[in-house]
């Protein structure tokens, strides 16, 4: 990874009553090290790459901790540390994106949670929820139910989020269970200030070795000790949870005049509900409110007590919980009606089920509650309901806008070496018909949106081969499976290639090797180009000598493997309409490479910086339409999708249609124009090699150009 993490990395050795001042996931990085963890580990993922990017390049400036750093290839693997790292009195961290994460590492964190931790076990979940997320929307909170860990949703502001991380490995050590702690993607983002304590040097650790733990068979998530372990989570395991919970004040109750009616909020909703209630023009941007609130910083277990404490006097209470199903309201209605509590609970009923709590929703939410629980107040918040007044604003801003704002679906960066593909793959299917495409997670996965619209099913991260293993079987042509090596290393090998083989099964395989798991903030995979293999590249793309990808497929048993670079468009959609007519049955792979133009040109700029510096010579080059020659049939924009290729109005009076045209983000890639060849569609497009510091023979070349032009005028 060439991103630099120096400033952050600064943070990191901030000590004893030093100011942090950054972002929420990177106070959480700190705060592990601030607990005396061991190691880290984890997978990327959206909100949360940024802790183990951190760390990552951290690790050898922080040597003197000893802390161990594990870039793991899927978060089954990071689950796995933690499974045998229990065993010992050290304290372990790991990091996902949830929900997909946690699904992907379901096996283990069933095993890890049955036999009882020694040393402190976090796992810090990207809680990717709500309208900015990129996945299934589910919650974590399931998965804390049904294999019992524990669960924290902290307060987004920095000294909650630090206070939770030291307490959850007290929590896990003192209830011997793991702890998750669930992060929006705002908790992640949030900035703020904490007072920084030292950091703590593990007791055992790389500088501390020790010796191997004693067999212990009540530990092993075995039968027949699983069963005993099964009635301790329930049971001494939960009452010391609860007991730790209750005794270190780690759910905050936020007195209010209003007496009559509660507020039960997930922690991590605490910001959007305060927002909310200031626009009711119930709380002052710090937070002091009329209404009682009761921040669960601890989401599961709940602790009875606390809930009954709370709720006592009270008329009604209002949960304020994201997402479906209703576990937490559930639950407190559970602990009232045992105790035989007359409170009113309210909830989803005032609430959505689905999507994320804004505090626009909750606004609407907390005004009906009080309508109907609290008129002296609810009444006044008038009969315009807060939602109303916002759709209003809406309308207003829509009408002081000329036209509509046209969308814009995200889509590959300009230059990205994964879009010729896509355009090989359009002129193939022009020729042989529609196919089954299975997408993928990754970046490719934006050939589903405009202009390439691909996918007839998409999967999780990694699947798409294993997903069409049913299609196959009834397809008229072979389906296509597309994945990125970050899947292919994730999931894709063993899932789909693997099992494909083993059931000798047809079928099309695309990875993009692109040399990094691009869409996650360009982590290295075991395949990355080393340095060696980028300095000989230099400006070029770095991909093509490595062949771990190849080797392995090969090395499984895989018989028909081509590698192409993705800008050979045409021998790319050869390569594809042999890979779909071919009478060979069985897996057949295509290696679609070219190197992420991210890293690409991070490593570029420099080399160029340092050269124009030099005074030496620099070629770029540039791409463009001439405006007589275009028709304006568009297809160059319909095959490349490039961000820069666009349209304009003719100079030409005669010309009624926009033209197109590339604009100045262009950075000659050249597809426009190698789409053009392959479909055999346009002369219209030139390209312009602009030189910097020009030698004697440019100044020469240009000086005999110059003339002829000059005589032909
Ligand atoms: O970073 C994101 O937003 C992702 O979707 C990538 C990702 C990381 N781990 C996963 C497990 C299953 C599916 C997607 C991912």
């Keep these: 990874m060439e991103v630099s993490f120096a400033k952050e990395i600064e943070k990191l050795k901030l000590g004893e009553g030093e100011v942090f001042h950054g972002e929420g996931i990177l106070a959480v990085t700190k705060a592990l090290l601030q607990s005396g963890v061991s190691y880290i580990g984890g997978y990327q993922g959206a909100p949360v790459s940024h802790l183990l990017d951190v760390m990552v390049q951290a690790a050898p400036q922080l040597d003197d901790l000893g802390i161990h750093v594990e870039s793991c290839t899927n978060e089954a693997s990071a689950a796995a540390m933690l499974g045998a790292s229990i065993m010992y009195p050290v304290r372990g961290a790991v990091t996902w994106k949830s929900i997909v994460g946690t699904n992907v590492a379901a096996d283990a964190l069933s095993n ?95 500088k501390q070795l020790t010796g191997a733990a004693p067999h212990n068979y009540e530990q092993l998530a075995h039968p027949p000790v699983t069963f005993g372990h099964e009635r301790k989570k329930s049971g001494e395991r939960m009452d010391a949870a609860r007991a730790y919970i209750t005794e270190h004040g780690l759910n905050e109750v936020f007195e209010g005049s209003q007496g009559e009616v509660g507020l039960i909020v997930q922690g991590g909703l605490y910001n959007a509900l305060i927002r909310a209630l200031g626009e009711l023009g119930l709380a002052d941007a710090s937070g002091n409110c009329d209404l009682p609130i009761m921040a669960l910083n601890v989401v599961y277990p709940l602790v009875p007590d606390e809930i009954l404490s709370f709720t006592k006097g009270k008329r009604a209470v209002l949960v304020l919980e994201e997402g479906q199903p209703e576990y937490i309201e559930n639950e407190i209605g559970t602990i009232l009606r045992r105790a035989g509590s007359k409170v009113t609970l309210a909830g989803k009923d005032v609430l959505p089920m689905a999507g994320e709590y804004t505090s626009e929703v909750i606004g609407t939410g907390v005004g009906t509650f009080l309508r109907q629980h609290l008129p002296k107040i609810g009444n006044q918040l008038g009969d315009e309901s807060y939602a109303s007044e916002i759709e209003a604003l809406r309308e207003e801003a829509k009408a002081l806008l000329v036209e509509p704002v046209p969308p814009r679906p995200p889509g590959f960066c300009t230059g990205c070496p994964e879009r010729p593909f896509f355009a090989a793959l359009k002129l193939t299917q022009q020729e042989i ?57 994730h999931n894709g090998l063993l899932s789909g290639v693997t099992s494909r083989l083993l059931n000798g099964g047809d079928g099309i395989l695309v990875i993009m090797k692109n040399g990094y798991t691009s869409a996650t903030g360009t982590q290295e995979v075991i395949s990355s180009p080393d340095t060696a293999l980028k300095l000989e590249a230099a400006e070029k793309s770095a991909t093509h ?25 045409a021998e790319m959609r050869d390569t594809l309409r042999e890979a779909f007519k071919t009478p060979f049955n069985g897996l057949k792979v295509i290696v679609a490479e070219g190197e992420c133009q991210l890293e690409r040109q991070r490593r570029i ?86 030189v910097t510091n020009p030698g004697l023979w440019d100044r020469a070349r240009a000086a005999l150009r110059g003339m002829l032009t000059g005589v032909r005028a």
């Design 112 to 206: 890890l949670a049955s036999p009882g931790v020694m040393g402190g076990a976090l796992i810090v979940l990207g809680e990717d929820y709500g309208e900015g997320a990129s996945v299934i929307q589910e919650r974590s909170h399931a998965y804390a139910m049904k294999s019992t860990l524990w669960l924290m949703d902290p307060r987004p502001n920095l000294p909650s989020i630090v206070n939770c991380v030291e307490r959850a490995f007290e929590l896990s050590e003192a209830s011997n269970t793991p702890v998750m702690m669930e992060l929006r993607i705002r908790a992640c983002h949030v900035q703020g200030s904490f007072e920084a304590k030292d950091n703590v040097k593990p007791a055992i650790s790389m």
């Design 433 to 489: 018909g529609p196919v089954h495409y299975s997408a993928d997670i990754g970046c490719h996965a934006f050939a589903t949106f405009a202009p390439f619209n691909f996918g007839n099913s998409i999967l999780g991260y990694g699947m798409s081969l294993a997903s069409n293993a049913s299609v196959a079987s009834f397809q008229q042509q072979r389906p296509i499976a597309v994945m990125g090596d970050g899947g292919f290393w």
């Design 545 to 569: 000598g490595e062949t771990t990808i190849e080797d392995a497929l090969t090395g499984v048993g895989v018989k028909w493997l081509r590698t192409v670079h993705t800008y050979k468009v």
């Design 605 to 690: 700029k420099p080399i160029r910086a340092k050269a124009l510096k030099a005074g030496e010579r620099v070629q770029r080059t540039r791409f463009g339409v001439d405006e007589d020659t275009c028709t304006g049939d568009h297809s160059c924009i319909r095959l490349s999708g490039c961000p820069t290729l666009t349209i304009k109005t003719a100079t030409d009076p005669l010309k009624t249609d926009p033209v197109a045209h590339v604009n100045n983000g262009c950075v000659g890639c050249g597809l426009c124009g190698e789409v053009s060849h392959a479909a055999t569609l346009c002369p219209s497009f030139w390209r312009a090699d602009i």
